[in-house]
């Protein structure tokens, strides 16, 4: 299983995410390579998040490259990062990126909860 799979299942199967407790709306992640996309939609009700592959209409659609969403999953790049480097799109609501982003680990040598979650996921 990638580290992508393995990301979206973890938060699927914790089913409530405090540090989104504030937080409401859809997203869905477009991972495009070539003709074929794979899709994540995540549904956040203030905390309560809930995992599918369904290509559904969101409030904020993501779209990048599996690798690079690779990176992102595994601590090794930041999605803000990506954006102003224009590797990867945000359309809709740019808020809600900024406060899901929270949730993905960070750089793996840094410490704090983004770098326990990298350590679980491995």
Not at 18 to 40: C, F, I, N, S, Y
Not at 82 to 102: H, K, N
Request: aromatic share 6%.
């Amino acid at each position: 299983m990638d580290t992508t799979t393995r990301f979206f299942e973890e938060i699927d199967r914790r089913g409530y995410e405090p540090r989104l407790a504030k937080t409401a709306g859809t997203m869905r992640v477009d991972l495009q390579e070539g003709p074929h996309t794979t899709h994540w939609f995540l549904k956040i009700e203030h905390g309560r998040i809930a995992v599918s592959r369904e290509n559904q209409e969101a409030d904020t659609v993501i779209g990048t490259s599996p690798g690079l969403f690779e990176d992102i999953a595994a601590g090794r790049e930041h999605g803000i990062a990506a954006i102003l480097r224009g590797d990867m799109t945000v359309s809709g609501d740019a808020r809600l990126l900024v406060q899901v982003e929270r949730i993905f680990p960070g750089d793996p040598d840094a410490r704090g909860p983004r770098r326990k979650f990298e350590r679980e996921v491995r």
